[in-house]
Structure formats: C-alpha cells, structure tokens
T-cell receptor, first 114, second 113 residues
Framework: SQTIHQWPATLVQPVGSPLSLECTVE??????LYWYRQAAGRGLQLLFY??????ISSEVPQNLSASRPQDRQFILSSKKLLLSDSGFYLC?????????????FGPGTRLTVL | AQKVTQAQTEISVVEKEDVTLDCVYE???????LFWYKQPPSGELVFLIR??????QNEISGRYSWNFQKSTSSFNFTITASQVVDSAVYFC??????????FGTGTSLTVIP
C-alpha cells in the first residue's frame, strides 16, 4: 500500500532563515506530487505540483521553491522565510492516470515563522 | 469566480442529529470529478469520496451519504446520527482535466456531546 511521509512535523523558524521541508511517497511509481499551504482560516492554496523528476509547476509567485530530485521525493524550500510563510504545509500525491485521480495527503508540517 | 463554494463556514449540531454540508461547484467541462475530504484537528486531510460527472447515483457509506445533482451543480454531504468524532473541517473539491484540484474553503463542523 502507498504511504506518504512529511517531516518535520513541526517547525519554528526565525524570519530570514532558510527552509527545507521534505515529502516522500512509498509504494507507487511516477506519482504526481503537490505542495499546498493552509494558512489560519483553513483555505488550501496550491503552491507547486510536479508530474516527474525535475518538472515543477508553480502556481503562486512567492519566495518559496520546490524541487523533485527523485521520483518519490518532493522538497519545499526557501532561502529567507517571511512572517507570511507561517502555516500548515501539506504534501499530496496522485497516480498519473490520464485524466485525474484522487489526491492523498500527508500528515503535514506546521511552520511558525517568528 | 470560485469554482467550489461551501457557503456554510461553521456548523454546530448536537450529537445524534443529522447534518448536511453543502457544496456547489462551477465547471464548463463535461468530464470532471468531485471529492470530499475530512480534516480532523490533527490536520491530515482524509479522503472520503470521489465521484465522476457521469455517475449521479447517490452513495451511502455507513452514516455518510452523498447527493450529487448535476442540475443544480451540487454535491452535498450528509452525516446521519452525528458523533463527536465527526467534528472536523470538511472540504469539497473539484477536479477537471489537468489533475488540479479546486478546493472549497471548508465547513467546520462541531458536534456537541
């Protein structure tokens, strides 16, 4: 069965510090991978998605970036965090299945920027 | 324009009451998918159901049921005999061609014991 991992679970970082969040998927090959952010207030905002190694699509211009160095690994980074980067970051995966498929979410990382 | 509208921001019910969460969507595609997810206090989004646009049959899973009506572009979710463990934020989502999801803003459900 497929599982998705995210770490760390919780992170407190000062403004201006770098960020690296990691997401890995097990039990599937060639998944679509996604990064979402959920700020206080619940709405889910798609940040990046990837259909393959090295292929990243950005949905929202910001100081975050994403990379996919391996098939089942998705990394969210920032060189300098802003206060507005605080939130709950969720990684998700779906099978590349022609049209569309269910997205399955990881446990999330709660980021607080002070 | 919002592709998925969940007009109910917060709902409170007393345990054992039935509750319906509304979802209205907007799309020009003839082929699309609708989803419901549950987000308990722990934060992880839990997949509940996926329905494609060609299948308007209502579905029941235990205390959960879903009413899909293309005529009104709605995909409502009913919890029967609600329990405290049902307290969560519930998201409705739409997916069109291209494998991107459009989430609603969520409905926060509180079940009072």
């Amino acid at each position: 069965s497929q599982t998705i991992h995210q770490w760390p679970a919780t992170l407190v970082q000062p403004v201006g510090s770098p960020l690296s969040l990691e997401c890995t998927v097990e039990g599937t090959s060639n998944p679509n991978l996604y990064w979402y952010r959920q700020a206080a207030g619940r709405g889910l905002q798609l940040l990046f998605y990837s259909v393959g190694i090295g292929q990243i699509s950005s949905e929202v211009p910001q100081n975050l970036s994403a990379s996919r160095p391996q098939d089942r690994q998705f990394i969210l980074s920032s060189k300098k965090l802003l206060l507005s980067d605080s939130g709950f970051y969720l990684c998700a995966w779906s099978v590349i299945a022609g049209l569309t498929d269910t997205q399955y979410f990881g446990p999330g990382t709660r980021l607080t920027v002070l | 324009a919002q592709k998925v509208t969940q007009a109910q921001t917060e709902i409170s019910v007393v345990e054992k009451e039935d509750v319906t969460l509304d979802c209205v969507y907007e799309t020009r595609d003839t082929t699309y998918y609708l989803f419901w997810y549950k987000q308990p206090p722990s934060g992880e989004l839990v997949f509940l159901i996926r329905r494609n646009s060609f299948d308007e049959q209502n579905e029941i899973s235990g205390r959960y049921s879903w009413n899909f009506q293309k005529s009104t572009s709605s995909f409502n979710f009913t919890i029967t005999a609600s329990q405290v463990v049902d307290s969560a934020v519930y998201f409705c989502a739409l997916s069109e061609a291209g494998n991107q999801f459009y989430f609603g803003t969520g409905t926060s459900l509180t079940v009072i014991p």
